[in-house]
């Protein structure tokens, strides 16, 4: 839930100047991204699982990490926008630390935490010139699967309609074409997610 304490951001584009910003580094990095319990990290299961690199999601880490420290998942959502700065940070270094080159399924990117900060309350604008350190091979966005509650995701439709919105948006804003994948058994999706590669 936003904190009523920050300005309203959650209609606030990306800053134009700042998205005229070059790309430092491309990357053959491909995006696995959408809603909360849109099925990502089951196909990046499936991807590891056919002997492909993947990358887990930074906020999940950040999660697991401060979870493990005797921290409870109300208490780190008290300070929302210390939260969200740390999972976006967490993100940030699992990027920095991977091979370029590399062929890697990334579980989110840097790029979804822009939704996130404009949900909670915070500039999306503020990490925006990050998100130019790498250009991702390709950006997958999985079409939303009924929500599945696992004592850290919110129980709410309506964010997970803004967020997947934004995803797309900021996404495209960035330059990005944004395939979709619809709702499929995972068997299939992974098949989607394959041919198109093997297109490109």
Known sequence: MPESSQADFRT????????????R???SWHVITGAASCGKTT???????QGYQTAPEG???YLDRELAKG???????????????????????????????????LDRALPDYLAWYRYIG?????????????RYASVFMLDRLPLQLDGLRYKDDLLQGF?????????SALGYNVVRV????PVERLAFVLNTLSKQ
């Open 71 to 105: 921290r409870t998942i109300q208490e780190l959502r008290s300070k929302q926008a210390a939260l969200e700065r740390g999972m976006k940070d967490m993100q940030l270094e699992i990027e920095r630390g991977l091979p370029a080159n590399d062929l890697i399924f």
């Open 182 to 185: 619809p709702v499929l058994p």
């Open 43 to 49: 196909l990046i299961d499936l991807l590891a699982g």
């Open 59 to 61: 906020a999940r880490l």
């Open 122 to 134: 915070l500039n999306p604008n503020e990490f925006l010139r990050e998100c130019f350190q790498h």
């Open 25 to 27: 580094v491309q990357t």
């Open 12 to 23: 606030t584009e990306l800053d134009a100047d700042l998205l005229a910003t070059p790309y």
């Open 163 to 171: 967020t997947e919105a934004w995803h797309t948006r900021d996404y």
